[in-house]
T-cell receptor, first 113, second 115 residues
Framework: DGGITQSPKYLFRKEGQNVTLSCEQNLNHDAMYWYRQDPGQGLRLIYYSQIVNDFQKGDIAEGYSVSREKKESFPLTVTSAQKNPTAFYLC????????????FGDGTRLSIL | GESVGLHLPTLSVQEGDNSIINCAYSNSASDYFIWYKQESGKGPQFIIDIRSNMDKRQGQRVTVLLNKTVKHLSLQIAATQPGDSAVYFCAETSRATDSWGKLQFGAGTQVVVTP
């Protein structure tokens, strides 16, 4: 089945540590996105990528970094500069050339140790 | 719906009744709208979408209505079932180049279906 796979499902970060969240899709989608969701709130865009080797900052990019070396993969690194990283992180993807809904993975929940 | 702090607006619906979930948007350039359903601990699941050249679209047990004059979107669920209990989000985007594909999400509405 085609879909978006996020791993791990749960992740714990120590002070001063960088952690990387994985997102892989086999939908042949061009564009990929990372969102952050805090309790009781909507999704906020961290980074997005429309094509391989290119990405743009979203609304809350500070303290995060991404790469897009392959079409199917868009990993997110939460750096030590992100002072409040505890949240639910969601990855999404979509076709670029027409209005299509974004499809989401099942998220990674990041907590501070 | 709009959220207030950490408390999502909640819609309590009796099983078998129809549900109506509302969403207001602010960007008059938005031309594509989506409704998502999110169950606890999972990612949002696509329900239905509508483009700005339409004012109504129907799916299986769901209908989306778009009123561009007042920038209002609604999702109607017919014969609500216990499995419909979830948080529902509206999202909007514009085909303008500088905001392509960037969805703006509402804060969500919690739907609770009671027997």
């Amino acid at each position: 089945d085609g879909g978006i796979t996020q791993s791990p499902k749960y992740l714990f970060r120590k002070e001063g540590q960088n952690v990387t969240l994985s997102c892989e899709q086999n939908l042949n989608h061009d564009a990929m996105y990372w969102y952050r969701q805090d309790p009781g709130q909507g999704l906020r865009l961290i980074y997005y990528s429309q094509i391989v080797n290119d990405f743009q900052k979203g609304d809350i990019a500070e303290g995060y970094s991404v790469s897009r070396e392959k079409k199917e993969s868009f990993p997110l690194t939460v750096t030590s500069a992100q002072k409040n990283p505890t949240a639910f992180y969601l990855c999404a993807s979509t076709h670029r050339d027409r209005n299509q809904p974004q499809h989401f993975g099942d998220g990674t929940r990041l907590s501070i140790l | 719906g709009e959220s207030v702090g950490l408390h999502l607006p909640t819609l309590s619906v009796q099983e078998g009744d129809n549900s109506i979930i509302n969403c207001a948007y602010s960007n008059s350039a938005s031309d594509y709208f989506i409704w998502y359903k999110q169950e606890s601990g999972k990612g949002p699941q696509f329900i239905i979408d509508i483009r700005s050249n339409m004012d109504k679209r129907q799916g299986q047990r769901v209908t989306v209505l778009l009123n561009k004059t007042v920038k209002h979107l609604s999702l109607q669920i017919a014969a609500t079932q216990p499995g419909d209990s979830a948080v529902y989000f509206c999202a909007e985007t514009s085909r303008a180049t500088d905001s392509w594909g960037k969805l703006q999400f509402g804060a969500g509405t919690q739907v609770v279906v009671t027997p």
